[in-house]
């Protein structure tokens, strides 16, 4: 068993077979960080070169740890602070850091297809980690991983993606890695803020979040984008009407008169489209999304790694 | 008859096992290790065991043409300060032994480690690394892959194979 795919550029492409391949090892990984030593040698020969163009906390500790935990060599780029404010294009400031022997590039960029657009120009293995508003693969498998762990398994389940569909990477990555795995996916927000046509990808879309929830077995709570909205276009009247319609709240929890499972990929916006008292409920699995975060990156990586064959 | 032969020899040098813990290699040292402590157990002796998974410490990572991919390790024991026996089906190369011991020792440091293996591959040794406890030794080509088939996986009976590649 392998990958079929050289690089994570988006879970569109993926087989069914990857993504349980990519379990697997996690799971594995996953018994790998409950160890008294966090960390294993088999990536002791690569470097790997983390590439965010964009802002990015959690995603590029994530990876960072899951490289090291690797034993790989991580070298780190923010824009900020590098070249790309000198006028340097994209292709010429990764070639320059692939002329320094780097194996693999990790990369975040504000453009969509720019993970696309370097793997067909490099030698090196690319992983996306968020490219504009197109996908960022590993958040979506850590979510259905996440999912399996609490649920024991994905096919069958029912979950609805809540928010900012539009400008949202991790609702396009779910939606495909949550079908492939053959659960139910609806998605749920303002009119303004769902893509036409989305009905396409064989979505239902629900613009009563009531109605949604009491449809679903889990609640992927998404941010407003606020970034990635164009300026001047009001989308909605105000924030505290899209909380007052969309916010998830305790009291919309108990009317259910069932469980559901909620997560959110992070940044929280706690009081505007989740509740702080419902982010740190006891049905919330925030916490374990980015504890499995690691774990899904580490199995990724080191199954990517295995494409890039050893020279002597 | 072998097995219990080996398992006569652990006895008489672990006594009564309470420093001690036995570790299968993944992947077919389980089955032999699980025979191990089902022999052991109808003797009376009640031991710890382990299972460890030497993937990620393997030094052919990115040499094989073949993937390699992880297996299940467990191992609910620390061995800080115990006897350590560790197990496997067949013992050719030694490289899979290295890379258990590398991985055995990141949950703790034992006080010593044995190594039983059923099968013996006398030539072809590539570390320095012998058994303490060996249930056969056989003279094998280096085109041949031996494997040891086991009644636990499903077989009519145990028994060794030679496979020409």
């Known amino acids: 068993m392998k990958l079929s795919t050289k690089h994570l550029i988006a879970i569109e492409p993926l087989k069914k077979a990857d993504i349980d391949l990519i379990f697997s090892q996690a799971d594995e990984f996953k018994e790998v960080l409950s160890r008294p030593i966090k960390k ?34 991580v070298v780190n780029f923010s824009a900020s602070t590098s070249s790309v404010k000198k006028g340097e294009t994209l292709i010429d400031t990764v070639n320059n850091i692939l002329a320094m022997k780097v194996d693999m590039v990790v990369m975040r ?11 067909e120009r490099t030698n ?38 809540v928010g900012d569909i539009t400008h949202s990477r991790v609702a396009l990555s779910n939606i495909y890695c949550l079908q492939k795995l053959g659960a139910e996916v609806m998605v749920c927000g303002p009119t303004t803020l769902i893509p036409k046509h989305i009905e396409s990808l064989g979505v239902k879309v629900e613009h009563n979040l009531q109605r949604a929830l009491e449809w679903c077995d889990v609640a992927n709570m998404l941010r407003i984008q606020l970034e990635r909205q164009e300026p001047g276009i009001p989308y909605f009247p105000s924030l505290r009407e899209y909380t007052e319609l969309f916010g998830l709240t305790q009291d919309r929890l108990n009317a259910l008169g069932k469980e559901i499972v909620i997560m959110h990929p992070g940044p929280i916006n706690r009081g505007v489209e989740i509740s ?10 925030i916490l374990n999304q980015v504890e499995n975060g690691v774990a899904i990156r580490m199995a990724t990586i080191f199954l990517l790694a295995q494409g890039i064959k050893r020279v002597s | ?117 059923l099968i013996d591959r006398k030539k072809g040794r590539e570390v320095p690394i012998e058994a303490t406890y060996v249930g056969k030794e056989v003279e094998s080509f280096d085109n041949q892959r031996v494997r040891v088939m086991w009644k636990s996986e499903g077989e009519k009976e145990d028994h060794v194979i030679f496979l020409n590649d």
């Open chain 1, 276 to 285: 702080s008292e419902v982010a740190d409920g006891p049905n919330s699995i």
């Open chain 2, 1 to 117: 008859m072998i097995i219990q032969r080996l398992c006569r020899q652990l006895i008489e040098n672990h006594k009564d096992f309470s420093s001690t813990i036995l570790i299968g290699l993944q992947p077919r040292g389980i089955f032999f290790s699980e025979r191990i402590v089902e022999e052991l157990a109808k003797s009376g002796h009640k031991v710890k065991w382990g299972i460890v998974d030497p993937t990620f410490y393997r030094d052919d990572f990115r040499i094989h043409d073949k993937p390699l991919l992880a297996k299940s390790t467990d191992m609910k024991h620390s061995v800080e300060g115990m006897n350590v026996v560790l197990i496997d089906d067949v013992l050719y190369t030694g490289r899979t032994i290295r890379a258990g011991m590398e991985g055995l020792m990141e949950y703790g440091r034992p006080k010593s480690v044995e190594l039983l293996v």
């Open chain 1, 109 to 119: 960029h504000a453009s969509p297809g720019a993970c696309q657009f370097l793997s």
């Open chain 1, 124 to 161: 090196a293995v690319v992983v996306n980690a968020g490219d504009g508003t197109h996908e960022h693969p590993t958040q979506g498998l850590l979510d259905a991983f996440s999912i399996r762990e609490k649920l024991g398994k994905v096919d069958g389940k029912k979950v609805v993606i």
């Open chain 1, 40 to 73: 294993v040698p088999s990536l002791r020969d690569i470097t790997v070169a983390n590439l965010f163009f964009e802002n990015s906390t959690r995603t590029r500790l994530s990876f960072e740890l899951a490289e090291k935990r690797l034993g790989a060599d």
